[in-house]
């Protein structure tokens, strides 16, 4: 077991290892790149995360699909306490369906 003072070692020793074979992170054959999203409101977070997929026969287009947006229990955002709050907004935090 890794204790956690070593932890920044684990990911230093991680990094040099993935830089040896491969060159960079970005060239390992096992990357899966993404797309992330998120949405903060005074209810609640909704976040999304897609597969990048290529687009066409070129290397530089890329896309990927419909974004769902799920509702994240139990996560809580840095900034939904800057949002302005109506006069006519019900109080209770619970999520937009």
Aim: hydrophobic fraction near 40%.
């Amino acid at each position: 077991m890794l204790r956690w003072q070593h932890l920044q070692d684990f990911q230093l020793i991680c990094n040099w290892y993935f830089s040896y074979l491969y060159g960079a992170i970005a060239n390992c054959p096992y990357k899966i790149d993404t797309v992330s999203f998120a949405l903060e409101t005074r209810h609640g977070i909704w976040a999304a995360q897609l597969p990048i997929t290529p687009k066409g026969p070129g290397k530089k287009k890329r896309t990927f699909g419909a974004v769902t947006l799920q509702f994240v229990d139990g996560a809580e955002g840095r900034f939904a306490g800057l949002l302005l709050v109506p006069d006519d907004a019900p109080s209770g935090g619970s999520p937009l369906h």
